[in-house]
């Protein structure tokens, strides 16, 4: 079975430029999650897709981050413009249904260096 | 609310001899709790898991882990450090709604 893919693997930007992360989770997972971590820390819930709808994005900065999941299959979240402090890795993970037993699969991540 | 604490942010262990990595955790419902190993560059990879059947979960390469809910706490063991087990784990709790989250991670290392 393949993996949660997520492209690209790492990306350098300067700051207030605008950078996209991709995620394919693996097939038929209905959840699909962004978690930002920062070196150091554990991951961060950016953002939670229940399909193609929003479940929870209490913790995204949306005046400069965004994301999307329009078929309710692959996802990119957007950061526009950068800042120093979003530097960290991105993961994407999905998982099977919302029941309360399952896990979450994970992504290799994509490593974000904002110079 | 939900949260997990793991309380030793790095732990160094011997080859061969046993690792402990404690974590304690808040839930307003019965939880779910996950462990997870992330090795450098590496993805997180699941360990084990517990969905409120048998307390005493086994995960793979060795690791079990203990639901103890009188202590709220789900501490990660394994009797014989090995090499490969050098790592960054991370204690997860799961909410109703899926979501997952983290502790800030313990750093094992192994010395040989």
Not at chain 2, 68 to 81: C, D, Q, R
Request: aromatic fraction near 12%; proline fraction near 5%; charge should be neutral.
């Amino acid at each position: 079975e393949a993996g949660v893919a997520q492209s690209p693997r790492y990306k350098i930007i300067e700051k207030r430029q605008s950078v996209a992360f991709w995620c394919n989770p693996i097939s038929g997972h209905a959840t699909l999650y962004w978690y930002q971590q920062i070196l150091g820390q554990g991951p961060k819930l950016l953002i939670q897709f229940q399909n193609n709808g929003v479940v929870d994005d209490s913790q995204l900065p949306k005046d400069r981050f965004s994301a999307e999941r329009l078929k309710g299959v692959d996802s990119t979240l957007k950061i526009q413009p950068a800042k120093l402090e979003d530097s960290a890795v991105y993961l994407c993970a999905s998982s099977p249904s919302q029941g309360l037993n399952t896990e979450a699969f994970f992504g290799q991540g994509t490593r974000l260096t904002v110079v | 609310a939900q949260s997990v604490t793991q309380l030793d942010s790095h732990v160094s262990v011997s080859e061969g001899t046993p690792v402990l990595l404690r974590c304690n955790y808040s839930s307003s419902y019965s939880p779910s709790l996950f462990w997870y190993v992330q090795h450098p560059n590496k993805g997180l990879q699941l360990l084990l898991k517990y969905t409120s059947a048998a307390t005493l979960v086994k995960g793979i390469n060795g690791f079990e882990a203990e639901f103890k809910k009188s202590e709220t706490s789900f501490h990660l063991t394994k009797p014989s450090a090995h090499m490969s087990d050098a790592a960054e784990y991370f204690c997860v709790v799961s909410a109703p709604g899926n979501q997952f989250y983290f502790g800030t991670g313990t750093s094992l290392t192994v010395i040989p």
